[in-house]
């Protein structure tokens, strides 16, 4: 097995050959919201690159009034798709997901739903 604090990679064969030892286990552990916040900025960091660059550019080029609006309606449509966006669905699919459960007798916590979503 192979494991690293934090992060759980140990287990994948109990999760597809024992799935109810497996998700036992899963579920006696620490809920810690780090890994999956860090691997969503991490996203968010990786897709905002083009805006760094693209700012880079327009910076040593434009001079004009007409650059410079499109330049901050860029701004904004690249921190609303890139970065407010995936939290707005990772929400949502968590609390739909905790809703779900609850609907079929679920006993996980809402932090918990929001660590595994």
């Not at 024992?18 to 890994?35: M, T």
């Not at 960091?45 to 901050?72: G, K, Q, R």
């Not at 996980?108 to 929001?114: D, R, W, Y």
Request: net charge neutral.
């Amino acid at each position: 097995m192979f494991y690293i604090p934090g992060i759980m990679f140990s287990g994948i064969n109990d999760l597809i050959l024992h799935p109810d030892a497996f998700f036992e286990r899963v579920s006696q552990e620490k809920i810690n919201l780090i890994p999956p916040l860090a691997i969503v900025g991490a996203g968010i960091l990786f897709t905002l690159l083009p805006l760094v660059f693209t700012f880079i550019y327009y910076s040593l080029t434009a001079s004009h009034t007409l650059h410079n609006i499109l330049w901050w309606g860029m701004i904004g449509y690249y921190l609303r798709c890139f970065s407010v966006i995936p939290l707005v669905i990772w929400g949502i699919l968590s609390i739909g997901t905790y809703g779900i459960s609850r609907i079929f007798d679920g006993k996980g916590s809402l932090s918990a739903t929001v660590q595994n979503t």
